[in-house]
Structures are given as C-alpha cells and as structure tokens.
C-alpha cells in the first residue's frame, strides 16, 4: 500500500511536491511518479528536481507517457496498480489528459492539488462552478470530456486540499494551504544581488495568446527603455529561434536555467530589478525573493498583444492575472511589485 502518491509532468508541480511533503513532513512516505513530457528544457530541470527529491529521502519513479508509439497505454499500465493502491494522491495538473485517464482506477480517500503556475486559478474557478476541468487557453476534445468530467467528480468526492501561493481564498468543500517556499528557502541562498535589470521570458507566444512580433517588440522596448543589456530567463518552453532573434534585437543575454526559476534566483546571482509580464512569477518570486532587495516589475500586456483568435475566456483569465498583480503592487512587502519606468 502507498501512503501517497505524486503525479507531477513538469518542472513547477515537482517542486511543489517538494513544498507540500516538506510542509506536511511526509517525505519518506512520498512516491512521485514523473509523467515526462517530450521537450528537453523540462526533462532537464525535471531531472535536476530528481535528484533534490533523492536527498529528501522521496521515491522517484520515472515514466516517459510521451515517447511515441504505446508509450502512453504503458504508461497507464504501469501506474494502474500503484495508483490504485494509493491513500492519498497529489496532483500536479488536474488538466492533463495523462493524470485524467489514471483518476478512474483511484480509490484514494484524500487528493491535494499542487500548483503548477496560474492554471491554478483556473481550476478554482472551474471546480467552483462545477465545470469540466480544461485549460485556459484550449478547447476540450470531445474524446477528452467524459474524463475531464470525472476527474471533476474524482476530486469532489474525496478530502480535497490545495496547496497554493496563488490567490485563491476558498474551494468549496476543500481545504486551502498557502505556503511561503519554505523548503527552497532552506535549501537554497539567500543570492547575492546584482545591479540592473534581467527580464523573466514568457511562453505566451508557443501557447498561441500573443502575437510573437509583438513579444519581441515589447522586449526590444524593455531593454532599451533600460539603457543596459542584462540577462533574459527563457521559459523552458521558448523556441530557440525566438529566443535567437530576441538576442540578436535586444543585447540581452538568454540564459537556460537548468532547475525552475524560483531556485535559480533565490541560488542567485539575482538582479535588484526583474521585470516579466503577467506570469506564475508575479505570485513566486515575490515569496522565494522576500528579503533578498529585489523588485518585481510587472510589465503591462496590451490587448494589441492578444492574438485575435485568443477567446473571451482566455482573456478574463488574463485579465485576472494581471489585476491580482496591479493588486500587489499597492501592497507592502519584503519585494515589491510595480511597473517599470
């Protein structure tokens, strides 16, 4: 019998499983199963939070849905069992197809929802109202519904809990955890702080939300509204053409970070300015960074940025995202957030 069971697929859910088992003091009864997606940049930095996990004293098995052919019916195979014999189960993306197809064979009394980045915020507001769970930004296969629906049942019949840093104050039924990163703030730091400004890439271009000349329009703009070339911290997901070009307009230096971006700052070096557009990072940073001396600069996304194509839901989403932002800036804190002059 396993006490509990984590079902993570990116870089963000793993260390979030390394929050909550050190939150709750549950490592050595801890198994993640690693569901690795294709690209490198994450299996990389998935890699990278393995061996973090190994330290802790937290089992990791690797599986590899993704790999093309029936790696993904094996995949199911292989978990059937283990998730079936799960007491508790957390759950890094309770949108993903993969985390869906295995929640039937669950009989876990307890489930915990851990974050994976602003699609936090969405799963509140669907599970609130009842909904089938689907990402912001994509439709739902009609294939995919039946098992959206259920794991939507699946996680209102169990003792449900969300581990956050978002803003999120309630989830009907369900208990709401909030916590500070007090693991990577143990384990990592506190960096040493540089002078200029470094810029936080984005993946809303490779997710289809933003016309990509427009992204590098406003970052050309960014840096040279700076007056110095500092770093730019691609998203994992980034293309390298993109992130070629960018360079090549902007003078920025792109760096791949290796391990998720709150442990690559809070290792530092970090920049006493650090400005990103709406993002995960908006609601992180500001908690993994605390005391450090660095601002947070919230950079403004126009709807002229938006592709047409982008729906209205999408957009409230972002909408959403950008006020809670604008939100903590007014607020007081170790590290601020504002716009950039």
């Not at 799963?123 to 994509?138: I, K």
């Not at 629906?149 to 978002?166: E, I, P």
């Not at 194509?309 to 957030?337: I, K, N, T």
Request: with cysteine.
């Amino acid at each position: 019998m396993t006490e509990t069971l984590a079902l993570v697929e990116s870089p963000a859910q793993f260390l979030h499983v390394l929050e909550w088992a050190h939150a709750e003091q549950v490592a050595d009864r801890t198994r993640v199963a690693v569901l690795a997606p294709a690209d490198p940049a994450s299996v990389a930095q998935l890699r990278a939070l393995n061996d973090f996990a190994d330290e802790e004293g937290i089992a990791v098995d690797w599986h590899a849905p993704r790999a093309g052919g029936l790696a993904g019916v094996r995949t199911v195979g292989a978990l059937r069992p283990v998730v079936a014999s799960a007491r508790r189960l957390v759950i890094g993306d309770p949108f993903s197809g993969m985390v869906q197809a295995l929640l039937p064979f669950s009989r876990a009394a307890e489930a915990v929802v851990v974050d994976d980045g602003t699609a936090t915020l969405e799963f509140a507001a669907q599970f609130t109202h009842g909904e089938p769970l689907q990402r912001w930004h994509a439709g739902l296969a009609l294939a995919r519904r039946p098992l959206a629906a259920h794991a939507r049942r699946f996680l209102t019949r169990t003792r449900l809990s969300l581990f956050t840093v978002m803003s999120v104050t309630s989830l009907p039924g369900s208990r709401v955890q909030h916590h500070g990163y007090d693991w990577t703030r143990r384990r990592f730091g506190p960096p040493r702080v540089l002078r200029g400004v470094d810029v936080v890439g984005s993946s809303l271009v490779e997710t289809g939300v933003v016309e990509p000349a427009a992204y590098l329009e406003a970052v050309e703009a960014l840096a040279e509204r700076r007056g110095a070339a500092g770093r730019y911290f691609a998203h994992r997901r980034e293309a390298p053409e993109k992130l070629q070009e960018l360079s090549r307009r902007t003078g920025l230096r792109i760096v791949r970070p290796r391990v998720p971006l709150e442990i690559e700052l809070r290792r530092g070096p970090v920049a006493e300015q650090l400005a990103s557009f709406p993002s995960s990072v908006g609601y992180t940073l500001p908690l993994v960074l605390a005391g450090a001396g660095c601002r947070i600069a919230v950079q403004p996304l126009p709807e002229t940025m938006i592709r047409e194509q982008v729906g209205a839901r999408a957009r409230r989403f972002l909408e959403r995202v950008s006020q809670d932002m604008q939100a903590a800036s007014s607020g007081v804190g170790p590290v601020a957030l504002s716009a950039l002059p």
